[in-house]
């Protein structure tokens, strides 16, 4: 069996609003291992972004207790979970989110300026050779199709040699054809080794999946 690289117990994210309090994610136990690659389905406001902007370091947990890749950041600080999610995660958004007035090689290279790292132009380069936009690294982002939008935005997320790559909904705003892209791509990452974690509406990115967990008011129901 492949080692852990997310455990979470008791996991809860509760939001305390005048009228109610809300449970996003309600006492979520979840084991996650290294290569898995799992979908996490259910209908809009089941607690999908908010279950993985906690197993990414984005947020942080109301009780319960979580670790990734052997770091446990349960209670850690917001300059703590930085470090850990730099360091070893990847995102990939519904919205594309690349700077419009960046090539599509320059939107790669955003998070080396951010880390203040030397720009390493050639593998820059081969991630995007990676994910299939070799011809298309002087290409604004006006100029992409969305499926070649959100390749960019993977390669982008590749960057930082992640371990484990978290996508909210990437295939939201994509055609049939586009979505299929990135099917492609997520699996050939994945058939390399690389976690992925991956919340969608899309049966079929569903179904490429290894393990589907079903949510419900912020529980796994299946
Ligand atoms: N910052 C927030 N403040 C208050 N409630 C929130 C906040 N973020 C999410 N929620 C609520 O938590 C629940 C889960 O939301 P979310 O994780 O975005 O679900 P999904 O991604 O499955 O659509 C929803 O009821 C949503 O309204
Ligand atoms: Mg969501």
């Given at each position: ?13 509760v ?6 309090d ?54 850690k ?14 995102f ?12 599509a ?27 299939g ?5 002087n ?7 969305g ?18 790559l ?24 994945n058939?390399e ?30």
């Open positions: 069996m492949n080692r852990s690289v997310i455990t979470g117990k008791r996991m809860s994210k939001y305390h609003l005048p009228a109610e809300i449970y996003a994610v309600n006492n979520i136990d979840l084991d996650i291992h290294e290569g898995d690659y799992v979908a996490i389905m259910g209908p809009s406001g089941s607690g999908k972004t908010t279950l993985l902007d906690i197993l990414g370091c984005m947020d942080s947990l109301s009780s319960g207790e979580l670790k990734v890749l052997g770091f446990d950041v349960s209670g600080k917001e300059d703590e979970l930085v470090k850990i999610r730099r360091g070893h995660i990847g990939v958004f519904q919205e594309f989110l690349l700077i419009p007035t960046l090539t090689l320059e939107n790669v290279e955003i998070p080396l300026h951010f880390a203040r790292k030397n720009v390493k132009r050639a593998e820059c380069i081969d991630l995007l050779g990676k994910v936009l070799k011809h298309r690294i290409h604004l982002p006006k100029q992409l199709s499926g070649e939008k959100q390749r960019v935005a993977i390669a982008r997320a590749l960057m930082a040699s992640p371990k484990i978290i996508a909210d909904e990437p295939t939201g705003n994509l055609d049939t054809k586009n979505s299929q892209e990135i099917f492609n791509v997520f699996q050939k990452l058939q080794g690389l976690t992925i974690i991956v919340a969608t509406h899309d049966e079929q990115l569903g179904k490429q999946a290894r393990r589907i967990l079903h949510l419900k008011d912020g529980k796994i129901c299946s």
